[in-house]
């Protein structure tokens, strides 16, 4: 047993290394989860419901934004499934440097763990995931605690950036040309490089506000020269793009599953990658000021980005076309886990995405922003899309993985709960914030003609609970009890579904050659 | 394979046929929609909700194109043996170019109109009619102090004549808020070392509401959700008449404490030989 243990925890090896990114960023999937339904179960009532204490209610806000997107989000997709996927796909034996990928996952987890201190220390931080000052320097809260989980977690991620890049760029098999990569190898790539530019943005933010609450300096104290406003416009140019580095591979992953599904070739391939991928990298920068729109930056930037903001639905909508046009002509089974995850991923991305637009134009943030509109809609859009594309990743590697089936009723069961919890719940949250309803409320006793709409959305919160259990039940009870998978259970043409199952150390007993001809998508057998 | 190219071609019919009728769609209904925002009274507040309605017409027309179009492959493709495979498209340059270009014209041809509109309405929420009361505003935590222009001073409850421009010049003394009043479509946070500014423009019919709130809708601490205001909307005579007794009250308890002012009140008394 301890040798097994040490072996984990020394692996360097690539899908190790993935499958303990996804054991960290599942755990804080779930104790986020918690905080969700402990802030759902204290909103379903006016007046203080579970706890009567605002500061408690807070830390649960701070707790369930950070972790989603710090802990689980960003560590599932660029780490779990980059680690996993990449160079299977690519046809490499284990990425470029192993080593720093072993630490890249300690660190991570050094930083979870150092996240979990919240609900430990006299002083749990109470800022909100993004920290504003002087809220965040005035506060008794711990924002050490905040500061260096970003910046461990932030490391984590930069290490990992030039890790894959160096991998693909210089790891793929024989003869596999840059036109021959799946989908999500670019995707994953293009959210590094997206991390690598600005990381380190949000790593100066978040070490000056610890150095303006605990060294005594001035960055955002206006009394003494410093500006308040400093911190917001780094903090979302990291922080925007940022968005990307969480979209771009969960999208990528619904297509690698709808293409696998669908056996077809995905819908005008080179222009998803350059034009839809692409553009989002060149965009992903230019457009953190809507973030700010209600904060009194000068006009001409906020009417600018604005148009800049609203320009990201032209990539968006190719990748999109992309997506939908891969189903058309396809030989589509829809009877598998996966693929309901999918397809479900489909109509919450249409709803999360189109509510963007609105949220784009300045003149109608005036009225939305920091109410519940947004919250619902970067929950359908982020969130909760993003979630179904993890899960449905999850359930889509799960064979190659574990070498073991998942419970094919079970997953189905699953997923519908939380396809309907997500739309009763985060409808519902819109609705409300269209009339008025400010975010991040411990008591709405001002504003009672909520009060049944936030029953609704305590109900649909739970549907949602209960599905995502059902789904890390059925992986649990899967990996330990499920029958013996096949190499290549989905028949997917694509590279990582070539290796024994699950894959040994090495991946392959001679590493793959491409011809010319192949391509991941590529099953009418010719080009 | 000529015969080959033009079946190709066909094979785009259907998706082609779906796009153009997605881009008619769209255009008729957003021209139908198209009104000009009315330029007699400058008030933003009727203009968010016509340009609301506008967006969201816009995004459901193509949210249910979408949507529809994935329901039907997903009806229309489904396996039918299992050894059935795919057969998308596989296009040229100049069909793939196509295929980039013109989704791309649409969609960019719909952001523009888009913030055309939305930098219109931004244009109304920025201009502030000269005709205005300016209130400053200090927020802290956790109240909203407002100071009218002849220097008396409320918490946490807005007094203002119906039909007049209200514009508000906020700072903050602690940490940022935001002053959202849901019923005028508008909000602007405070902080403090900058002025922002707001207007909004209360109307008659909102005379004697009691849920004319004032929320605060930037994260500021443990009583966030406890930092309510209140906007009275008053007759505009019995509005002169509070601020105007408001005034003299404030005048007087300066006068009063003033202890040179009353001394030099005394000394005139006691010349004048009363």
């Known amino acids: 047993m301890g040798k097994v243990l040490s072996e984990w925890i020394f692996t360097t090896d690539h899908k190790r290394v993935g499958i303990l990114y996804l054991i960290g960023s599942i755990a804080a999937f779930c104790i986020a989860g918690i905080m969700a339904l402990l802030i759902r179960a204290e909103l379903t009532y006016i007046g203080p419901t579970i706890t009567d204490d605002p500061t408690t209610y807070n830390v649960w806000l701070y707790f369930h934004g950070a972790a989603m997107i710090l802990g689980f989000q960003i560590p599932a997709l660029t780490g779990f499934m980059a680690n996993y996927f990449i160079p299977l796909m690519i046809g490499a034996k284990d990425v470029a440097f192993p080593r720093l990928n072993a630490f890249s996952v300690w660190l991570f987890f050094m930083g979870v763990v150092l996240a979990l201190l919240t609900f430990v220390v006299p002083d749990p931080p109470d800022i909100m995931w993004t920290g504003y000052p002087p809220y965040s320097v005035i506060t008794t809260g711990n924002t050490a605690l905040y500061t260096f989980t970003v910046l461990l977690i932030g490391f984590a991620s930069i290490i990992a950036g030039i890790n894959f890049l160096t991998t693909v760029s210089f790891m793929r098999a024989k003869g596999m040309g840059w036109n021959q990569l799946n989908v999500f190898v670019w995707a994953t790539i293009a959210a590094f490089v997206i991390q690598l530019i600005f990381v380190p943005v949000l790593g100066t933010a978040v070490l000056l506000i610890a150095f303006d609450k605990y060294l005594g300096t001035n960055f955002f104290d206006t009394t003494t020269g410093g500006d308040v406003l400093t911190y917001q ?216 003609q909520f009060e049944s709409d936030q029953m609704v959305m305590t109900v649909g919160s739970v549907l949602i609970g209960i599905g995502f259990v059902l789904a890390l039940g059925n992986w649990i009870h899967g990996a330990i009890y499920g029958e013996k998978a096949p190499d290549n259970p989905w028949g997917s043409n694509s590279l990582e579904w070539t290796t024994a199952t699950p894959p040994p150390h090495g991946n392959w007993p001679v590493l793959p050659t491409i011809d010319p001809d192949w391509h991941p998508y590529n099953y009418k057998g010719k080009r | 394979m000529c015969k080959n190219d033009v079946k190709k071609r066909k094979d785009l019919y259907p998706a082609l046929l779906c796009f153009s009728l997605l881009f008619l769609l769209h255009s008729s209904g957003v021209y139908a929609f198209e009104t000009s925002l009315s330029d007699t009274i400058n008030d933003p507040a009727p203009g968010f909700d016509e340009l609301w309605d506008t967006v969201m017409l816009d995004i459901t027309i193509m949210g249910v194109a979408f949507a529809a179009l994935t329901l039907w492959f997903m009806f229309r493709y489904r396996r039918k043996h299992p050894d059935q495979v795919g057969d998308g498209p596989r296009f040229s340059a100049v069909q793939a170019v196509g295929w980039a270009l013109i989704p791309a014209f649409i969609f960019m041809a719909d952001d523009f109109y888009l913030a055309a509109k939305g930098w219109q309405l931004w244009n109304k929420y920025r201009d502030v009619p000269a005709d205005r009361m300016e209130v400053k505003l200090e927020s802290g935590m956790y109240s909203w102090d407002y100071t009218y222009p002849n220097g008396i001073q409320t918490q946490n409850l807005l007094r203002v004549p119906a039909g007049k421009p209200i514009m508000l010049r906020m700072t903050s003394r602690d940490t940022i808020h935001s002053h959202f009043l849901a019923r005028y479509r508008v909000k602007e946070d405070s902080m403090p070392g900058r002025v922002t500014y707001l207007w909004f423009y209360p109307k008659e019919e909102d005379i004697g509401d009691k849920d004319n709130l004032v929320t605060c809708t930037e994260f500021c601490g443990v009583m966030h959700s406890y930092m309510i205001g209140r906007i009275e909307v008053m007759v505009p005579a019995e509005f002169d008449q509070w601020y105007s007794e408001e005034e003299s009250r404030l005048s007087r308890k300066k006068s009063n404490a003033t202890g040179e002012s009353m001394v030099t009140v005394t000394k005139k008394n006691i010349e004048q030989g009363s």
């Not at chain 1, 729109?293 to 006009?299: A, I, L, Q, W």
């Not at chain 1, 919890?421 to 411990?442: D, H, I, K, S």
């Open chain 1, 233 to 448: 416009n780094l903090f979302w140019f990291y922080s925007h793009p940022a968005v990307y580095v969480i979209f771009l591979p969960f999208f990528a992953i619904i297509m690698e599953i709808v293409a696998t599904f669908c056996k077809n070739m995905v819908f005008n391939y080179k222009v998803v990658v350059y034009g839809g991928i692409g553009g989002i990298v060149l965009v992903s920068g230019e457009v953190w000021v809507h973030h700010l729109f209600v904060t009194g930056m000068p006009d001409w930037i906020r009417v600018g980005q604005m148009v800049t903001t609203l320009l990201i639905s032209v990539p968006v909508g190719l990748m999109l076309i992309g997506l939908v046009g891969t189903l058309y002509k396809g030989s589509i089974d829809l009877s598998r886990t996966p693929m309901q995850y999918a397809m479900g991923f489909i109509f919450l991305f249409l709803i999360g995405g189109l509510t963007g637009i609105p949220n784009a134009i300045a003149s109608l943030d005036l009225h939305i922003s920091d109410t519940y509109f947004i919250v619902g809609h970067f929950h359908y859009v982020m969130a909760v899309a993003g979630t179904f594309a993890i899960f449905a990743g999850v359930y889509y590697i799960f064979p190659k993985m574990t070498g073991r089936m998942y419970n094919e009723t079970v997953g189905k069961i699953g997923f519908w709960l939380s396809f309907v919890g997500t739309n009763v719940a985060f409808w519902t949250q819109m609705e409300m914030g269209l009339a008025g309803m400010p975010r991040r409320y411990y008591d709405y006793a001002h504003l009672p």
